[in-house]
């Protein structure tokens, strides 16, 4: 089993800044892509961003410039800078990953339990 849990979240000012974190550990033989999604209340959950096990990334265009994701594959992390925080930014964050696992031929999609990030003066 994979276990994956992000931190980092909370309250900010608009204009402000946040690192989330999300880690995964359990049955890992390699992980593929890692990518941040968001909910907000109300609307579906949606792609911030993405980074390959290569490092390509993809951003969302409405965080394009003012996030930036990242992972340090040795310890099977990723991040999530977000500067220049918006009202429209608050939303529940939530991490996702692709893992091949010992034993499993099959690549598992695994999600965490979400952060919240609420911008507001």
């Known amino acids: 089993q994979v276990q994956v849990v992000e931190s980092g979240g909370g309250l900010v000012q608009p204009g402000g800044s946040l690192r989330l974190s999300c880690a995964a550990s359990g049955n890992i033989f390699s992980i593929n892509d890692m990518g941040w999604y968001r909910q907000a209340p109300g609307k579906q959950r949606e792609l911030v961003a993405r980074?390959?096990?290569?490092?390509?990334?993809n951003y969302a265009d409405s965080v394009k410039g003012r996030f930036t994701i990242s992972r340090d594959s040795a310890k099977n992390t990723m991040y999530l800078q977000m500067n220049s925080l918006k009202p429209e930014d608050t939303a529940v964050y939530y991490c996702?990953?692709?893992?091949?696992?010992?034993?499993?031929?099959?690549?598992?999609?695994?999600w965490g339990q979400g952060t919240q990030v609420t911008v507001s003066s």
């Open positions: 996702n990953v692709i893992v091949r696992s010992y034993g499993n031929f099959n690549p598992g999609n695994y």
């Open positions: 980074i390959t096990n290569g490092g390509i990334t």
